[in-house]
T-cell receptor
Framework: KQEVTQIPAALSVPEGENLVLNCSFT??????LQWFRQDPGKGLTSLLL?????REQTSGRLNASLDKSSGRSTLYIAASQPGDSATYLC??????????FGTGTRLQVFP | EPEVTQTPSHQVTQMGQEVILRCVPI?????FYWYRQILGQKVEFLVS????????KSEIFDDQFSVERPDGSNFTLKIRSTKLEDSAMYFC???????????FGPGTRLTVL
């Protein structure tokens, strides 16, 4: 059974820092991995999708990498801003329709 | 930019009552999903829907749940007889294909009293 884990559970950093969020999954047989952002009490905003054949994807200050064989993905946020404060979720899709989510990393960026 | 929309944003109901949660997926998407998130827990898959039928459902999606696409734009989740443990945020999502990005709506917070 696929298990998705995110470390750390919470992170507090000063504005301007570059930071890395980690996502681990136990079964490497995935089709893709998606990173989301969730603001308190709100929906999920898709940030990046990495297909299993890809190593990384970039969008603005965000870069996500995927090492399928080791069951890991990282989300790199460059030059963090207070507006980046949110919970970041990763989710994997296997050979079914559903996304399997991790528990998230709650990020706070302070001025 | 096209968005998934959901109504209502918050629904309060009494235990045993029926509720219908509504979603309007992105217009050219073909796959539709419902997920839920109990407060403080992970987002969990409920059901996927394609070509006017359920494609996959989780063990949570028992006989009290049903989904429907009553017209070309709406996608609904019905809970027939709500229980206290159904209190959660319910998210609708849609995608163009199975391997594509799933786009989520803002959610409906369901409170069962």
């Amino acid at each position: 059974k696929q298990e998705v884990t995110q470390i750390p559970a919470a992170l507090s950093v000063p504005e301007g820092e570059n930071l890395v969020l980690n996502c681990s999954f136990t079964d490497s047989a995935i089709y893709n991995l998606q990173w989301f952002r969730q603001d308190p009490g709100k929906g999920l905003t898709s940030l990046l999708l990495i297909q299993s054949s890809q190593r990384e994807q970039t969008s603005g200050r965000l870069n996500a990498s995927l090492d399928k064989s080791s069951g890991r993905s990282t989300l790199y946020i460059a030059a963090s801003q207070p507006g980046d404060s949110a919970t970041y979720l990763c989710a994997v899709r296997q050979d079914t329709d559903k996304l399997i989510f991790g528990t998230g990393t709650r990020l706070q960026v302070f001025p | 930019e096209p968005e998934v929309t959901q109504t209502p944003s918050h629904q309060v109901t009494q235990m045993g009552q029926e509720v219908i949660l509504r979603c309007v997926p992105i217009s050219n998407h073909l796959y539709f999903y419902w997920y839920r998130q109990i407060l403080g827990q992970k987002v969990e898959f409920l059901v996927s829907f394609y070509n006017n039928e359920i494609s996959e459902k989780s063990e949570i999606f028992d006989d009290q749940f049903s989904v429907e696409r009553p017209d070309g734009s709406n996608f609904t989740l019905k809970i027939r007889s709500t229980k206290l443990e159904d209190s959660a945020m319910y998210f609708c999502a849609s995608s163009t294909g199975l391997t594509d990005t799933q786009y989520f709506g803002p959610g409906t917070r369901l409170t069962v009293l």
